[in-house]
């Protein structure tokens, strides 16, 4: 978690085209009433367009659809399953899975399902495509707080004995490809997580739950179907108030 990070939201142009949302509130908080929704062939499809790129979250109802890829360099399932084409194959993806490089379109047929897809820069110039599966993806344990003001933090539960009860706990699952990765992180409910001075720009999608995040003076109220932008060189930290998750891919941005 503390390599991942928040951006100010402005009216221009965003990567791939289209108008980037502007912040409600605080600059980093993009509240899910501010995504630019629309529907196609059987999928609702809401866009959160900033500065260094943008998330989509295409909710596919029950029966058969298809959404055409429109510059989606990566997704990962929330919920259900889909079919896609991934280096030359076609494969089926389930409920925490990952596709970096997907060409053609996404396919659903059956239950709902739904897909958090990026448009964002790669680290390489030409990344491999792949498909990273969540059963071969294990969680690892973060347990935070601060003590005498200092940050604190376990990685094991021998090490997190140690830690008091009001402590910060969450999971996170690590989905790595070349170029970048998606990492999906679920907080148990209470405490603060430690301050984190972010190297690089994130974007993150709140799946469920409801968290403050404070970033200096300015504090964003977070609820499911949120997004929020870590930006680089500021500093941050999450209120858990009650069992979250985020699903969070960096956004590169060139250093001037």
Do not use: C
């Not at 939201?9 to 605080?26: F, H, M, Q, S």
């Not at 919920?79 to 379109?105: H, R, Y």
């Amino acid at each position: 978690m503390h390599s991942h990070k928040l951006i100010v939201g402005v009216v221009l142009t965003a990567l791939g085209g289209g108008a980037v949302l502007a912040a409600a509130g605080p600059s980093f908080h993009f509240p899910a009433s501010a995504a630019q929704t629309k529907n196609a062939a059987g999928a609702e499809v809401k866009t959160f367009a900033l500065p260094p790129g943008s998330a989509r979250i295409i909710t596919f109802k029950s029966g058969d659809a298809a959404y055409k890829l429109d510059g989606e360099v990566q997704f990962y399932v929330l919920k259900g399953a889909v079919e896609t084409t991934v280096d030359g194959k076609d494969v089926t993806l389930a409920e925490g899975d990952v596709a970096s490089g997907p060409t053609g379109a996404i396919k659903h047929k059956g239950a709902e399902a739904i897909v958090i897809a990026h448009k964002v820069e790669s680290a390489v110039p030409a990344p491999k495509a792949a498909v990273v599966r969540g059963a071969d993806t294990p969680a690892g344990l973060q347990v935070q707080w601060l003590q005498d003001g200092k940050p604190q933090a376990a990685t094991t539960e021998e090490a997190a004995k140690a830690a008091p009860k009001d402590a910060a706990r969450f999971n996170v699952k690590r989905y790595t490809f070349d170029g970048n990765s998606i990492r999906v992180i679920t907080f148990q409910k209470g405490g603060n997580s430690n301050p984190s001075v972010y190297q690089q720009d994130n974007i993150l999608y709140m799946s469920k739950g409801h968290m403050k995040r404070h970033v200096g003076d300015q504090v964003a109220d977070v609820k499911a179907g949120d997004v929020v932008q870590e930006q680089l060189g500021t500093t941050g930290y999450w209120e858990v108030l009650e069992e979250s998750q985020l699903v969070s891919t960096t956004a590169l941005v060139t250093k001037k």
